[in-house]
């Protein structure tokens, strides 16, 4: 299929489903779902809900709102709670799954309440083949994932998104701050904050791609290969190490592989993974 064909697809499986309450994050991909269904459904057959809470990045809700506003569409915050969840906190590797079915159940109660027959989620083609455990909650919950069934890729949705003058076209993807932890390490709103609070520094110094992952006391820093130098070098090393330590890091590294989308994943062994997905 061309991605013409895709979109084209996209746009109907939207015209069946009617009128949808889309998770909305702000991110490049469903911000671009969410466009697609206000310009194919109208404004009034569409709810934007963002999820709020402390493991979500800070600089994230401003800018989901500011999209949705922009586009007519009727914003709402939710709180999924998923730090009420020992399944979740614990951080075994099928955290994923537990925070994400609370946030379904939300979505569900929420379009009952305002009377919208469907949920969808912004999960792409690539996404499925990602060791993803909350696509399995997704499934679970019968939620649809319109990008994904019309086989629209990342870059796909990006480029489509430049097209469509989406200021998310070319933005960093920016998951759920309890990735940054290790597996079997507590999620705690500290540890949390910490992490917000460090990439938001990097943010400040002009990186753009990078992870702040939380090791207890070490903070290993994740940066694309090409900032290596720059975050090594003088002054920016030295003001990073002194950030970071301040918000409590005893010790601060840089990982030389570099920037990686998921490496803690890399721990995981093959039967690890089949057992968090329930397979």
Known sequence: ??????????????RDLGQVVVAYSGGVDSTFLLKTAVDTLGADNVLACTSIGPAEPGNQYERARKAAESMGVEFMVVEAGEMEDPKFTANNP??????????????????????????????????????????????TFGIRSPLAEAGLTKEEIRQLS?????????????PCLASRIPYGLEVTEKRLRQIDEAEAFLRSLGFVEFR???????????????????????????????????????FVTIDLQGFRSGSLNETLSAQQKKASLGV
């Open 1 to 14: 299929m061309t991605q013409k064909d895709k979109l084209q697809s996209l746009q109907g499986i939207l």
């Open 94 to 139: 099928d955290r994923c799954f537990h925070c994400k079915s609370r946030l379904c159940h939300r979505l569900l109660d929420v379009a009952q309440e305002r009377g919208f027959e469907h949920v969808v989620f912004g999960t792409n083609h690539d996404d499925l083949d990602d060791f993803r455990p909350g696509n399995q909650a997704i499934k």
């Open 162 to 174: 430049r097209q469509a003058g989406l200021a998310t076209a070319d933005q960093p993807a920016s």
């Open 212 to 250: 702040v992952r939380h090791h207890d006391p070490i903070a290993r820093i994740e940066v694309r290969s090409q900032d290596i130098a720059r975050i090594t070098a003088e002054p920016v090393r030295s003001q990073v190490v002194e950030e970071l330590k301040s918000l409590g890091f005893q």
